[in-house]
């Protein structure tokens, strides 16, 4: 299994779970995976496009996937997915 861990505004949408785990196969196909148990997650995730939101960035083993393949970078079993909204402030 792979794990997956959910950042504090989203956990409402996991019912508190700070970690969730999925089998699947890339970073498109947990999203969706993640939305089947969890619904209303992808909205957060991804825009009406289904492009993940410039806010939002996913780590595979604390590499982000923006300098992989996306959200088709592919998951294998024991993977850890960190989804860590950015923050702003100033």
Known sequence: ??????????????????????????????ID???SA???????????TGE?????????NEEDIRFLMGKETSLKHGDEVSIVPAIAGG
């Not at 959910?6 to 999925?22: A, F, K, M, Q």
């Not at 993940?52 to 595979?60: A, P, S």
């Open 38 to 48: 969890h619904p209303g997650i992808k909205d957060r995730l991804c825009d009406e």
């Open 52 to 60: 993940l939101r410039r806010f939002v960035n996913i780590y595979v």
């Open 1 to 30: 299994m792979i794990k997956v861990r959910i950042p504090t505004p989203l956990r409402p949408l996991t019912n508190g779970l700070g970690e969730v785990e999925t089998d699947a196969t890339s970073i498109t196909a947990m």
């Open 33 to 35: 995976t993640l939305n």
